[in-house]
């Protein structure tokens, strides 16, 4: 990556938002005057915003910070959301009160306040009431520091997986491959699905579960994760199995040859396509991503596939997007025919059917297609 200042090569981001990149703190304090209003100062901010969007957040320090990487179960990160949401848009609790909370580790005992002051009860309060331990104990995010304590955590899920090599192996010394296994690994045995910014996600599949709204869009992602919950869990499938298919592209294979036929019939009514470890793809899933996603960067690919490269300002950049997002939460939408306009140079035309009361810049959706036979 390179610095938004300077354009130096960097692996150094804003601690916060885990966005923006800097080569050090000279250029970060540059871009202090511009960053600080689209970074909100704190994890309450946030998550006051997903709540308000309707989305888990993704942000590593909210996540941290507000419980999310204690659900270990299937749907816990649901249920806590659903908890918030009531606190938040409901019973009006703001983000300075959360912050309060939060930084008092007071949290847990000032939602059952709040929710038994209001006189509000739901499913998601009475499931809080049973599991208030994911609200225990919550630390400030400190990168690398607390990644690596959330590691060691998780890590002890895989060992029934690894073979007696890679037990002893550090995980520094494990190929990329095999780590992007490693975290897929730990997703599903701690009974979630791939967040939008994953490389699993585009990888194993999710991208192409098609949707019309984020709660189908969850539906079927999930449908696809319990296919993956019954090769690993119940199948027992180890991971140099599984890292051998992703390497080969033949994930596909290596379900069908150990899951239920009816789950692997739903991989095919609904043209699942997971494609393995550099395997190519196309460019349609990283739109979807890059529209979908508050965070995920703008891959090349998209940039010109899609039109982004025609957009003289930002400004115009984010309408764009914001297009794409309408467009793929229509029920009309099929990702695999935006992907056939897209390659005839027909983009403009096969939004407009979908979106017809839509303002649209035609010149926006300019591309190199279709490319001459040479």
Same mark, same amino acid.
């Given at each position: ?14 601690? $916060? ?199 189908? $869009? ?56 997971? $494609? ?55 029920? $009309? ?42």
């Amino acid at each position: 990556m390179e610095c938004s200042v300077c354009k130096k090569p960097t692996n150094q981001r804003c601690s $916060r938002c885990q966005a923006k990149y800097y080569c050090g703190t000279s250029c970060q304090k540059k871009d202090y005057s511009n960053h600080v209003l689209v970074c909100p100062s704190r994890s309450a901010d946030i998550l006051i915003k997903n709540v308000l969007d309707d989305l888990i957040p993704t942000k590593k320090a909210v996540r941290y910070e507000y419980g999310f990487c204690n659900c270990v179960r299937s749907g816990d990160e649901s249920k806590l959301m659903g908890l918030y949401i009531g606190l938040i848009k409901i019973i009006g609790c703001s983000a300075s009160q959360l912050h309060s909370w939060w930084k008092s580790d007071t949290l847990a005992q000032n939602i059952k306040k709040a929710y038994d002051d209001a006189g509000y009860t739901s499913d998601y309060y009475k499931w809080f009431l049973k599991n208030e331990n994911v609200l225990q104990g919550l630390r400030k995010y400190e990168g690398e520091k607390s990644d690596k304590s959330l590691t060691e955590k998780y890590l002890e899920l895989l060992i029934p997986y690894l073979s007696l090599d890679d037990v002893k192996v550090p995980l520094k010394s494990i190929p990329e491959s095999k780590r992007n296994v490693y975290a897929f690994y730990i997703t599903i045995l701690s009974g979630r699905i791939p967040i939008i910014e994953d490389i699993d996600w585009i990888d194993l599949g999710f991208c192409s579960c098609k949707s019309s709204n984020d709660s189908l $869009r969850k539906s079927k992602e999930r449908r696809l994760a319990d296919l993956y919950q019954e090769l690993i869990i119940q199948k027992g499938c180890k991971i140099d199995e599984f890292h051998d298919a992703y390497l080969s592209g033949s994930i596909v294979d290596l379900l069908k040859r150990k899951c239920s036929s009816d789950n692997c019939n739903w991989l095919s009514e609904n043209k699942i396509e997971i $494609r393995g470890y550099n395997q190519s793809t196309k460019s349609v899933y990283y739109l979807k991503q890059y529209a979908l996603s508050e965070s995920a960067e703008l891959q090349p690919s998209v940039d010109v596939d899609y039109g982004f490269m025609n957009c003289s300002t930002e400004d115009e950049k984010s309408q764009l997007k914001h297009i794409y997002r309408k467009l793929i939460k229509t029920p $009309r939408f099929d990702p695999r025919d935006l992907h056939e306009a897209c390659l005839a140079g027909k983009i403009f035309d096969y939004v407009k059917s979908i979106l017809p009361d839509e303002v649209l810049k035609a010149e926006l959706f300019k591309n190199p297609y279709p490319l001459e036979d040479i």
